[in-house]
C-alpha cells in the first residue's frame, strides 16, 4: 500500500520530495497544499490536547544555537547513528537498519557496535546499492548534527536543533520566572528540527529535516504528582522490555492503572502521558488495532532519559516510531547549570522553617597559595563542593581534591572546615522533566496509511481517505449540480458563507457530480454540499458524508452551525 499513497499524496498534492527539478534531494519534502493544510490541523489537535487542556505555554525558539548549548546536553558526544560504507561504490548505509530489514533481528540499534559488525557478517548483508559484501567492514558511529557557522569565518560554531527541546531548556532561567518560580509547569513547541541521516527512506518517515511537537513539563520529583485517576481506565497495547527480552514475550493489553500498580510502568508522570497519548491518537484516526507503546531496551534509550516508553504505529507491516515519552530526570538543567553562568533551580519553600547542621570551609589561602600557586583557588571551590557533599571526608587529618584533573592533599586544619547550626526557609532544587516527544510527519504519515481505504460505490472501486473531520484538510466541498440557471451563483455564495465562519471549502463545478465527489473523497474531504434546482425554491441543500455515502437535506441558512459541529465533533452525521 505505501506505493499507492505516496503516489497518491504526490498527485493530489499531500507532500512530495523537495527540488525535483534539480534531481531531488534525498529526506527533504514539501507539503502541498493538502498536506500543509493537514499538518497544520494535526499541530492544531496536538496543542489542543496536549498544551491547551493541560494548562501549558507554548513557546518558538531560534532553530540554530551556539556550539556550548549541545556540548552541554551531550549531544556532540553522543547523538550517532551506526554507519558502514560499501568498499564498492562507497554508499553509506545505517548499519542497524541492514540488520532489522534483512533478518528477523529487531531493535538492532541497541546491540554494540562489534555484534552489529559480525550481524552483518553473518547474514552475508550485502549493499542495496550495487550488492557488494558488506562483511569486515568497519562499523563506525557518525554524529547527525548538521554544522554550521555564526556570523562571518568559522570563529563561532553552531548546529541546526536536532531536537527542539534544547531551546526550553537553555531559557528555563526565564520560563521559570515567567512561571512565578513555581513548579510544576509545562512549555511546548512545534518546529522543525534537523539530523544528518545516514539513509533517509520510507518517504517521510525517516527525513534530514522534520516537525516536532514537543511538551518538556518541569516537576519537583518529591512533591507533584500527576492527575492519574484522568486517564486510569484508558485501555493501552504495551510491549514492555520484559516482554521483549522473554522467548515467548508479546503484547500486553490493560489499563494504565493497571500498569502504573503491577509496575510495569514505574513512572507515575510518563504513564500519565501514555494515557494522554493514548485518547489523542484515537482522536485523530490512528488505528488502535495497530498501536503500541514499547519500552526502550536500556541499550537503545538516549543519553538523557532514564526510561522511554515509544508509541509505536504499525504501517505497511513495519512498527515505526511516531512519539518518545521520556522521563529525563534533572540531567539537562543540571548540565546547562554546570556549563553557564545561570541559574537553573527554583526555590522550595519549606512550611515552616528548618534548622539545619550545613559543613562549611574557610581555607587557610595563606598556606593554599605558597603551597599550590595557581591551582589555590580551584583547590578552595572543590574544598566547599566536597564539603557540602560529603562532610565525613574531613574526619581524618588529611583530606584530597581534585581540581582541573589534578589530586591534591590538604591539612583538614588548613580547609577551616566546621559544621554550623543554620535556618532554612527552604531549598533550591533542579526541577525533572517529564518530555512527550511527537514526530509530526511521522504521525501525519501514520494517519494517512490508517485512512487509506478502498471500496465499492455505485459499482466503481472509489479511493478515500477517511480523515477525522478535526484533521482533513478540506472541511467541504460545494457544488452546483449545474452551473446555470442560477445554481452556480447560489452554491459560490454558499462557499463564500461557509468560509467567512471559518471553515476550509473548496468549490468544484467541473465534471460530472459523481466525479467531483470521487475528488473530494480521495483526498478525504468529509462532507460536500450540493445545490440543484429545488435549493432555488426551497432554500435547502443535499448535504453528502464521505464514508457512508448518505446525503440528508439541510436547510442553507443551518449549514454553518452544522458544519461547524459536524467538524468538531460535537454532532453526528447519522443523527441529522
Known amino acids: ?68 548549548v549541545f556540548e552541554a546536553s551531550g549531544h ?16 553509506s548505509h545505517r548499519a542497524d537498519h541492514l540488520i532489522e530489514d534483512n533478518t528477523g533481528i529487531e531493535d538492532a540499534e541497541s546491540l554494540p557496535l562489534d555484534e552489529v559488525g559480525a550481524l552483518i557478517a553473518e547474514h552475508d ?39 527542539t527541546a534544547q531551546g526550553i531548556f537553555v531559557e528555563f532561567p526565564r520560563l521559570k520566572e515567567y512561571a512565578r518560580n513555581q513548579l510544576p509547569f509545562g512549555i511546548t513547541q512545534v518546529g522543525r528540527a534537523y539530523r544528518n541521516e545516514i539513509s533517509p527512506r520510507k518517504s517521510i518517515v525517516r527525513v534530514r529535516e522534520f516537525t516536532q511537537a514537543e511538551l518538556e513539563h518541569f516537576i519537583d520529583p518529591e512533591e507533584d504528582e500527576p492527575p492519574l485517576h484522568r486517564v486510569a481506565d484508558a485501555e493501552v497495547t504495551l510491549y514492555s522490555a520484559e516482554q521483549q527480552n522473554a522467548e515467548d514475550g508479546g503484547h500486553v493489553r490493560m489499563t494504565i492503572g493497571e500498569a502504573v500498580e503491577q509496575g510495569v510502568i514505574a513512572s507515575d508522570w510518563v504513564a500519565y502521558y501514555l494515557g ?82 550545613r559543613a562549611t570551609v574557610d581555607p ?28 565525613t571526608a574531613f574526619e581524618g587529618d588529611e583530606v584530597t581534591v581534585e581540581a582541573d584533573g589534578e589530586s ?45 481505504e478502498t471500496d465499492e460505490v455505485d459499482d466503481e472501486t472509489r479511493t478515500r481517505l477517511a480523515l477525522e473531520p478535526e484533521l482533513a484538510p478540506t472541511t467541504v466541498g460545494v457544488f452546483p449540480l449545474m ?44 462532507f460536500c454540499v450540493t445545490v440543484d434546482y429545488e435549493s432555488l425554491d426551497d432554500d435547502a441543500v443535499t448535504l453528502r458524508e464521505r464514508d ?17 459541529d459536524l467538524r468538531s465533533g460535537d454532532r453526528a452525521f447519522a443523527d441529522l
Open 125 to 163: 548483508l550485502r549493499c542495496p546499492n550495487c550488492d557488494a559484501e558488506l562483511a569486515g567492514e568497519p562499523v563506525e558511529e557518525f554524529n547527525l548534527m548538521f554544522e554550521t557557522a555564526i556570523g562571518p569565518g568559522s570563529g563561532h560554531p553552531g548546529y541546526l536543533r536536532p531536537e
Open 408 to 452: 591534591y592533599t590538604i591539612p583538614v586544619e588548613k580547609t577551616g572546615f566546621g559544621v554550623e547550626e543554620v535556618t532554612e526557609a527552604g531549598e533550591h532544587i533542579t526541577p525533572h522533566v517529564v518530555e512527550p516527544s511527537i514526530g509530526i510527519d511521522r504521525v501525519l504519515y501514520t494517519v494517512l496509511a490508517h485512512a487509506y
Open 276 to 357: 494522554v497519548g493514548q485518547e489523542w491518537y484515537e482522536r485523530i484516526g490512528v488505528d488502535m488495532d495497530r498501536f503500541r507503546f514499547r519500552q526502550h531496551l536500556s541499550g537503545e534509550r538516549a543519553h538523557y532519559a532514564s526510561d522511554c516508553w515509544d508509541a509505536e504505529a504499525e504501517v505497511d507491516g513495519d512498527w515505526i516510531e511516531i512519539t518518545g515519552n521520556s522521563y529525563r530526570s534533572d540531567y539537562d538543567l543540571s548540565k546547562h547549570g554546570a556549563n553557564s553562568d545561570e541559574d537553573f533551580t527554583v526555590f522550595r519553600q519549606y512550611d515552616e522553617p528548618k534548622v539545619v547542621e
Open 76 to 91: 556532540l558526544d553522543g547523538f550517532d547513528d551506526m554507519l558502514v560504507e560499501c568498499p564498492e561504490c562507497g554508499e
Open 483 to 526: 452551473d446555470k440557471d442560477g445554481m452556480g451563483e447560489t452554491a459560490r455564495d454558499i462557499a463564500a458563507d461557509l468560509r467567512a465562519h471559518g471553515l476550509d471549502v473548496t468549490y468544484d463545478d467541473s465534471g460530472n457530480i459523481g466525479r467531483r465527489y470521487r475528488r473530494q473523497d480521495e483526498v478525504g474531504t468529509p
Open 364 to 391: 587557610d589561602m595563606s598556606y593554599l597559595g605558597p603551597e599550590f600557586g595557581g591551582a589555590a583557588g580551584d583547590i578552595a571551590d572543590a574544598l566547599r563542593t566536597l564539603a557540602e557533599r560529603d562532610r
Open 1 to 68: 500500500m505505501s506505493d499507492e499513497l505516496v503516489e497518491l499524496a504526490k498527485r493530489r498534492g499531500f507532500f512530495f520530495q523537495a527540488a525535483e527539478a534539480y534531481g531531488g534531494v534525498s529526506g527533504f519534502y514539501v507539503y502541498g497544499p493538502e498536506g500543509a493544510a493537514l499538518k497544520r490541523n494535526l499541530e492544531d489537535s496536538w496543542r489542543d490536547r496536549f498544551q491547551v487542556q493541560e494548562g501549558h505555554r507554548e513557546i518558538e525558539a531560534p532553530t540554530v544555537m551556539p556550539e556550548p
Open 548 to 564: 457512508s455515502t448518505e446525503q440528508v437535506r439541510v436547510a442553507i441558512a443551518d449549514l454553518p452551525d452544522i458544519l461547524a
